[in-house]
């Protein structure tokens, strides 16, 4: 399973404000088949079993924002791909809150 997390930083917008240009890039991606997301304060976390998809996603989101008359799109993409367990990224938070008291 392939983990990612996606953060999209539109810059010189004049405003200070990203939320519009991040739902945006959020939702070119709602219909991408074989792709999960969770969107939280500072990014978004893609869920897949094949990379090209969370390519895919990533492309799809830099380039909406671009299509809104963005000229420049910082993203950053970090990628955790594990091989020897398949785990939804829901068992991955169970896992560290079992450690929590």
């Known amino acids: ?7 999209v930083y539109p810059m010189g917008t004049g405003n200070t404000s ?6 945006k890039a959020i939702e ?7 792709i999960r997301y969770e969107i939280n ?16 996603a990533a492309k799809s989101m830099m380039e909406v924002v671009h299509n809104l008359g963005v ?8 990628v955790d791909s594990r091989k ?9 938070l169970e896992s560290v809150k079992k450690f929590l008291k």
């Open 41 to 56: 304060p500072m990014g978004t976390i893609l869920e897949s079993d094949n990379i090209d998809k969370i390519y895919d």
């Open 18 to 23: 990203a939320s519009f240009y991040i739902a």
């Open 1 to 7: 399973m392939i983990h990612a997390e996606i953060s």
């Open 84 to 92: 020897d367990k398949e785990k939804k990224m829901e068992e991955k």
């Open 28 to 34: 070119s991606i709602q219909k991408i088949d074989g």
């Open 71 to 78: 000229n420049r799109v910082e993203v950053i993409l970090k």
